[in-house]
């Protein structure tokens, strides 16, 4: 859990930074086919398959991007209230470790799994 001003100012540059280069990579996997062409599976294996496979695997992708972001906004708004750094599911604090690799953590190790 953060001690200072300084570690929550720290620790929100680091979340802030975070939330944005997720926003850019979501925003770069969903956007729109150039030139507004529909591509689909054929009975061949071409170029629209490989690019239908690709835009699924996009958007997958993007789901569990927007997953993160969402912890990480969810993290930014436990330090406005004063709850950073504890699990949201048991109250106990999150080790540091594990704040530190992954500083938007918001639930201990034991209720991170699903």
Same mark, same amino acid.
């Given at each position: ?6 570690? @929550?100012? %720290?620790?929100? =540059?680091?979340?802030?930074?975070? &939330?944005?280069? *997720? ?6 996997? $969903? /956007? ?22 690709? @835009?699924? %695997?996009?958007? =997958?992708?993007?789901?569990?991007? &927007?997953?993160? *972001? ?6 930014? $708004? /436990? ?36």
């Amino acid at each position: 859990m953060p001690d200072s001003p300084a570690d @929550q100012s %720290a620790i929100r =540059s680091e979340l802030t930074a975070k &939330a944005a280069e *997720l926003r850019a990579q979501i925003e770069e996997l $969903t /956007k729109p086919v150039e030139g507004g062409a529909t591509i689909g599976f054929g009975k061949r294996i071409g170029e629209g398959t490989t690019q239908a496979i690709q @835009q699924m %695997a996009d958007a =997958s992708t993007a789901q569990t991007l &927007a997953g993160v *972001l969402d912890q990480v906004e969810r993290a930014m $708004t /436990k330090l406005d209230d004063g709850s950073y750094g504890r699990c949201d599911e048991c109250g106990e604090p999150i080790g540091e470790a594990r704040l530190e690799f992954r500083p938007w953590s918001v639930r201990c190790v034991e209720h991170a799994q699903p």
